[in-house]
């Protein structure tokens, strides 16, 4: 089974508790892989973050953050197939209420935003 879309959760997530996503992208842009997939149907990724409280989401490492998953999500897009703008959130409250969507452009066309 190929993934289908993303699915996006915040690191205070309580189902994380360690092992619920398939790359974990810290503050600073890094990029974690997992070493085994989580689902077959979506890819999880996990934003360093506490996106329930405003004053995370203001964060100043947050542009490098979202360049990076901006990039990873076309990547998985391409390499399996699924539209990158199929990125859904883990439930209600996670990845939190003030987690910054619109920050989120994916455009395939270019690439950049």
Same mark, same amino acid.
């Given at each position: 089974?190929?993934?289908?879309?993303?699915?996006?959760?915040?690191?205070?997530?309580?189902?994380?508790?360690?092992?619920?996503?398939?790359?974990? +992208?810290?503050?600073? =842009?890094?990029?974690?892989?997992?070493? /085994? #997939?989580?689902?077959?149907? %979506?890819?999880? +990724?996990?934003?360093? =973050?506490?996106?329930?409280?405003?004053? /995370? #989401?203001?964060?100043?490492? %947050?542009?490098?953050?979202?360049?990076?998953?901006?990039?990873?999500?076309?990547?998985? #897009?391409?390499?399996?197939?699924?539209?990158?703008?199929?990125?859904?959130?883990?439930?209600?409250?996670?990845?939190?209420?003030?987690?910054?969507?619109?920050?989120?452009?994916?455009?395939?066309?270019?690439?950049?935003?």
């Amino acid at each position: 089974m190929r993934p289908t879309g993303i699915t996006i959760h915040h690191s205070v997530c309580s189902a994380i508790n360690g092992k619920g996503y398939d790359f974990y +992208i810290t503050r600073r =842009g890094t990029i974690i892989p997992a070493s /085994e #997939a989580t689902d077959p149907a %979506m890819i999880h +990724i996990c934003v360093e =973050g506490d996106f329930s409280r405003p004053e /995370e #989401a203001m964060a100043g490492l %947050m542009e490098e953050q979202f360049f990076v998953l901006q990039k990873l999500v076309l990547r998985l #897009a391409e390499t399996f197939g699924f539209d990158p703008n199929h990125s859904l959130s883990h439930s209600d409250v996670c990845p939190g209420s003030f987690f910054p969507w619109s920050e989120l452009v994916i455009s395939p066309k270019d690439g950049y935003h």
